[in-house]
């Protein structure tokens, strides 16, 4: 078996890995899978901002704007009121300095969003201890 197609069984293994994952999943977990995989997209998207890719950076641009949209689109207003408005205002700032053009800032826009989703993951971590 070559390098290469470790790679792709590896991957292959982890989408599948993943895909059971989420359909095992009730609402709660559903979302914190969600915020890891956004994490993970991000952690992609300033590396390839690094390396200079612009096409896969804009690849996983698009990936977590579609992720930060799922998060935003699933907020109950109706029951979660101001925590609800508060958790609307810091997606749509992570995705406004995921969107910005200019490769100079990119790295430092889209760490401070992924740092901004980090805290809502380890608070949405910590607010349901038995899962």
Known sequence: MT???RIQRASSYQSIAKESRVLAADPYELVAVLFEELRETLDLMIGSARR???????????????II????ESLNFDVAGDLAQTLHI??????????????????ER?????EMIHEIEKAWA?????H
């Not at 200079?52 to 579609?66: E, F, I, S, T, V």
């Not at 810091?90 to 790295?107: H, L, N, P, T």
């Not at 889209?110 to 992924?114: D, K, L």
């Not at 910590?126 to 038995?130: D, E, G, L, R």
Request: charge should be neutral.
């Open 3 to 5: 390098f290469q197609s």
């Open 52 to 66: 200079g890719d612009d096409a896969r950076m804009y690849q996983h641009r698009g990936k977590a704007l579609a």
């Open 69 to 72: 949209s799922g998060l935003d």
């Open 90 to 107: 810091i997606y749509s700032e992570a995705a406004k300095r995921i969107q910005m053009d200019g490769r100079e800032s990119c790295v």
């Open 110 to 114: 889209v760490e401070s969003a992924r």
């Open 126 to 130: 910590a607010i349901a201890p038995f």
